[in-house]
């Protein structure tokens, strides 16, 4: 039981986690006075696949 427990806080830290990196991707990607939007995509990208790897 208590070893569900701790997976179960381990799931919400890593989601939680993982809704900030999304959130703060969105942010970099719908800022409008950036006029080279690539680097801002790749920036987002490397972000999320790096949060996506560490909850691996």
């Known amino acids: 039981m208590l ?3 701790k997976e179960n806080q381990k799931l919400r ?3 939680a986690e ?5 959130e703060e991707a969105l ?3 719908n800022d ?3 006029t080279n ?3 801002r995509i790749m920036s987002a990208s490397i972000r999320l696949e790096r949060v996506l790897k560490k909850g691996k």
Do not use: F, H, P
Not at 18 to 22: G, N, S, T
């Open 3 to 5: 070893k569900t427990i």
């Open 13 to 15: 830290r890593e989601n």
């Open 18 to 22: 993982l809704r900030k990196a999304i």
């Open 27 to 29: 942010w970099d990607l």
């Open 32 to 34: 409008t006075d950036l």
């Open 37 to 39: 939007k690539s680097i």
